[in-house]
């Protein structure tokens, strides 16, 4: 079993930057490849994928936030992090962080294929 824990949600201003943090607090070592992604529901709205990366840095983004979200992999601290930078209020949003232990076993963005979950972080935009 693997146990990922959410923190550094919160609430900004249009346009501000936050960094949520997602640590792998146990099971980590249970695979050497995997792919870590984080997701976002937001009200009335499902979940979709925001970014993912996989154990060796590959990373890839959804259009809605290329080039203003950063997601980045810690392994020696079991952290990944995703930066946000010129949040709107599109962006707000409960965010979970997530992991799967297949690298090959299709989008890294499709919320289906990941077998381990947080709680989730609340990210709140205000104009």
């Known amino acids: 079993q693997v146990q990922l824990v959410e923190s550094g949600g919160g609430s900004v201003q249009s346009g501000g930057s936050l960094r949520l943090s997602c640590q792998i607090a146990?099971?980590?070592?249970?695979?050497?490849?995997?792919?870590m992604g984080w997701f976002r529901q937001g009200p009335g709205k499902d979940r979709e994928g925001v970014a993912a990366l996989d154990s060796h840095h590959n990373a890839i983004y959804a259009d809605s936030v290329k080039d203003r979200f950063i997601v980045s992999l810690d392994k020696a601290a079991n952290m990944m992090y995703l930066q946000m930078n010129n949040l709107s209020i599109e962006d707000t949003a409960m965010y979970y962080c997530a992991l799967r232990h297949e690298v090959y076993g299709g989008s890294w963005l499709r919320s289906r294929s990941y077998n381990f979950w947080g709680q989730g972080a609340q990210v709140t935009v205000s104009s």
């Open positions: 146990s099971g980590g070592d249970r695979y050497s490849s995997y792919v």
